[in-house]
């Protein structure tokens, strides 16, 4: 969640799409999503994530899990504007669920496969916890989450940090 809030309080950047258009003639991504925003986003996570394995587990594998998290969730919400766009959804306009699951869906499937990748097993925290606390864990952040996405967008927007409450 660190990851996904931290580029709104990148107010300019380049855009990661650089402008360009799909045959559809809507941008890959909009100017919403930047380099500068995904950089600030990712190193937010990341410095979470190195302060959980130091703190928590003193595991390289937290480490590793956390920033797929991380990067994984800013990839998602990538997925989740490239969406968007193809369904002719202007910049800011509301999707219910994508916007509150895109990020989170992101980040489980890349630590998912990094999880493969370490250990063999399809898991989203690894071998860090147990698969059946795992399948818990999942399965509850998907309706917390998008509640606590709604009230943290509602609070950055009234410190106008965001356009649109949601």
Not at 18 to 41: C, H, I, N, V, Y
Not at 68 to 81: H, K, V, Y
Not at 111 to 140: K, R
């Amino acid at each position: 969640m660190v990851a996904n809030a931290t580029p709104v309080l990148i107010k300019k950047g380049h855009p990661l799409d650089s402008g360009k258009t799909l045959s559809d003639g809507f941008r890959l991504f909009g100017d919403g999503k930047t380099f500068e925003g995904f950089f600030a986003g990712s190193t937010a996570g990341i410095i979470i994530s190195v302060l959980e394995a130091f703190l928590a587990t003193k595991r390289i594998e937290t480490l590793v899990i956390d920033s797929s998290l991380s990067i994984g969730a800013l990839l998602g919400d990538l997925a989740g504007a490239f969406i968007k766009r193809r369904l002719g959804f202007p910049r800011g306009s509301p999707a219910p669920l994508l916007d509150q699951l895109d990020f989170v869906l992101g980040g489980y499937f890349l630590s998912s496969l990094i999880s493969v990748f370490l250990n063999g097993n399809f898991e989203v925290f690894g071998d860090l916890l147990p698969a059946s606390l795992q399948l818990q864990i999942v399965t509850t952040s998907l309706y917390i989450i998008p509640i606590i996405h709604l009230l943290t967008n509602r609070i950055a927007y009234r410190l106008k940090l965001k356009g649109f409450p949601w």
